[in-house]
């Protein structure tokens, strides 16, 4: 057998285990009995184990090594599966096994912990674990090792090939853009007309989800729509993409873009050939990229004029309120914007003065130069700054969201630069679909799904986001698409 | 570390493989989307073979070889565990993997074949196939090895301890008794009014098969109610055991009858011990045994005149047809005998006889004094001698199982011993608990549940059957209770 083959028989081993884990998750956020959360712990425990002794093992390390002498007459997807098998186990192998085992036991203790901190808007119970996770992860970074700053190395699990410079120059931009631009809505726009009040059936709201999932292409022969907590995406593997969603019985919006946003993830994963997955190569190019095809099909198309050209016949056979309206008033409605305290409620223009805020604060935790008991003060001071809301307490200030209480770094950012990866793509896919807004209003998205699999979803994980991000749209990642995206949508939706 | 720590870590550890198939298994028969079927093949196929190594593994035989040494100190549970790992390491390793393989290659063509066969009532399609499985399963049982007859090395397997001359000694008599008494009933009985004919409405079924599981004391906190094909029972560890149930909009018997009897299942399980569990001490003492428990609910307790006594109001909310009716009528309708041509449907009397006809059938064909081309014609004979009635044609007869096709021969024992175990623990119950009727009349299922937990459930797998039946009743097994429990019955049913 080549090495080659070997190394894919070897990975294909590790995603197998990591399949067993997400069917497992699947059903610990969905079906699981309450009383069988302990043993499921064991059981993913042990899974996660089996395939982390996996990526770090030696013999992986061996196989890597022999494979790269292959690589000559390999496929561009055999060349990749060395590129990121390398990559994976490089990055796994710098974190001592005890070390990591350490911060594990840590967060988990920690979660719970900011779970009542959060509860009770109390920052001082939450914040001798926080201090002591910021320090493990500096240690952590450390170890993985950078060439600039150490909030690079953090940077990188989630968007690989990203630096904390360009990141820093990407939001910040934006952010000067995004501030005055916020501003200038709220004093010279014209607000849309509200979300009627109202009892919006859930059977009929979920019906609703499953036409718009439909529409947009997602396979239900190879995937599922069912009820969670927080709605998520996972993929089982080749033909079984699964989603979930949550719903509001006082308004029917808040599930329909969430089922479009779960929508996109999924419309990605069930694009991955199901060869690549095997390789350890589905997944997407990194996290950014991923949010991108969320906030596409959620905001660019869902969230667009011409979508509820589309929509609307089928919300109002569901809901008769919206009957008497056009679809310009629906359109209107739901892209709302308002300075707000939570960052998962928040609008897609104030959204990412969210991320911004985060970042800056992580960094100036993992620099050093800001202290975790600074944190509240700083939080605050920059939502007053930014979008103008002073949080009455730290539930709805800094203890918000759950990322630091598990020790996720690093992860904020790609939240911003899926919005953004998501305009550049849709200025690159107007060049080539001219007649884009009249297939939307038609309902026919067949093109638009499959200038996605072409450019995007067929090469899963092969690629890192940059180079991605070059190959689709002809140029480096950029805020200028969204800023004029931004621009041109919300002075039609605020007339100005 | 003592060798019996590292004993119970390393069975934990295959026992977490298993329990993550289960999940597995679980979601394939239940939500899994039709396009899911390969990958869901790859990622069991890897959890079965990871426990599987670490079945046959040397290091499983070291670690066993050094607890034995330690034995003398240690628990009753841990004596059962190394009994049990060292039975299991034995059989496993009994067979080549290349013969395994094999063999599991074969049996999964086998099923399709078996299933065309059955389709077009065609068993010259199947044939080949048999025999080349009967062959296979005849060099096995000489690989594992036995004292008196090959087939006991199969009966092994799912009642151990169990011998060939013991069963036939066994079914045979419980035939020679059963022949004669359903003719009897036939011929001087007066036959119970039928079911109402009418449109039984499933969201009812299944809110009734809910409260007939919560009432005997089936846990739903640990544990969920899911439709499938097939009714079955899986437990996925400590805290999560769950049922499955098809429904029957034409009669709303099956499903209730159903549900009991996979609730029998899952209270045996939902009894074991969380440590007898993670010990690989779980799964109950035999196939057998498990049986008698999912019988005992559904037949002795649940097709008595008591128990309808406590169900009939309930039923009647559901389902307005049986309020004019006494619970007497319902409990004779539910208990009506009538040969038939098919095992799955058979009433509680005629079951065995389909049983004895395939046992006998079985060690024919692994002794080799029956060819497999005579089996269409022997099981059409022995139907017509033990039940007076003739299969129109092969799927209505030798094609209507899915065992043999799949390899398990020695299986079809276990549910009629199930059956006879249930009575002769219901003796000894009666004999504890005198009231026991008028706690089932009255609804009150606990002090039954407290016994069968004292006397079975609390040990799972730590005895083998006839050491478990002599513990709970003092005697080996026979089918003398289970003959008076049906005499008795019946000839008030049938009012002789």
Request: net charge negative; with cysteine.
């Amino acid at each position: 057998m080549s090495a080659l083959a070997e190394l894919k028989n070897y990975i294909g081993e590790m995603v197998e285990l990591q399949a067993a884990a997400a069917i497992a998750h699947w059903d610990a956020r969905t079906y699981m009995p309450e009383r069988g959360v302990e043993t499921r712990a064991r059981v993913t425990g042990r899974l996660a184990r089996l395939a982390f002794e996996r990526l770090v093992s030696p013999k992986f390390g061996e196989l890597l090594a022999q494979a790269e002498k292959e690589l000559e007459s390999a496929s561009e997807a055999e060349r990749a599966m060395v590129r990121m098998g390398k990559r994976d186990h490089e990055r796994a192998r710098a974190i001592p096994p005890d070390f990591y085992q350490k911060f594990v036991e840590l967060c988990t203790k920690a979660e719970s912990v900011w779970e009542k901190a959060k509860a009770e808007a109390n920052f001082s119970l939450f914040k001798p674990y926080l201090s002591e996770i910021v320090d493990m992860v500096r240690e952590m970074a450390g170890m993985i090792g950078y060439k600039e700053h150490p909030y690079d190395a953090l940077l990188e699990e989630y968007e690989p090939g990203m630096t904390t410079r360009r990141a820093a120059e990407i939001l910040g931009n934006l952010r000067e853009k995004l501030v005055p631009f916020v501003k200038e809505l709220q004093e010279r726009g014209t607000p849309p007309p509200p979300i009627p009040e109202g009892k919006y059936r859930i059977a009929s709201q979920k019906a609703l989800c499953r036409e718009a999932l439909q529409a947009i292409g997602y396979d239900f022969s190879a995937g599922r729509l069912d009820d969670s907590a927080h709605p998520f995406t996972i993929g089982l593997g080749p033909g079984d993409t699964r989603v979930t969603n949550r719903y509001n019985e006082a308004e029917p919006f808040s599930a329909l873009f969430g089922a479009l946003h779960e929508g996109g993830h999924a419309l990605y994963d069930q694009g991955v050939p199901p060869e690549l997955y095997w390789m350890g190569l589905a997944g997407g190019a990194s996290y950014g990229i991923h949010e991108s095809q969320s906030r596409f099909w959620e905001n660019q198309i869902g969230r667009s004029l011409a979508f509820w050209g589309f929509f609307k016949p089928k919300m109002s056979r569901r809901f008769r309120v919206f009957a008497r309206m056009k679809p310009e008033e629906i359109f209107r409605m739901v892209n709302k914007v308002e300075p707000s305290l939570i960052r998962v409620e928040a609008d897609e223009v104030t959204y990412n003065l969210h991320i911004c805020l985060r970042f800056e604060l992580e960094v100036g935790l993992i620099e050093g130069k800001l202290k975790v008991e600074e944190l509240p003060e700083r939080w605050n001071a920059a939502m007053k700054d930014y979008l103008g809301v002073m949080p009455p307490d730290d539930a709805k200030g800094v203890l918000q969201d759950v990322h630091w209480s598990g020790g996720s770094f690093g992860y904020f950012p790609s939240y911003a630069l899926g919005n953004l990866y998501a305009a550049q793509f849709m200025e690159a896919l107007r060049q080539d679909l001219p007649d884009l807004w009249s297939r939307v209003e038609a309902g026919d998205f067949r093109p638009i799904l499959s200038w996605l699999r072409e450019k995007i979803h067929r090469f899963g994980h092969m690629y890192f986001p940059e180079e991605l991000c070059e190959k689709v749209t002809g140029a480096k990642l950029s805020p200028e698409p969204f800023l004029r995206y931004i621009r041109e949508k919300y002075s039609t939706v605020y007339r100005i």
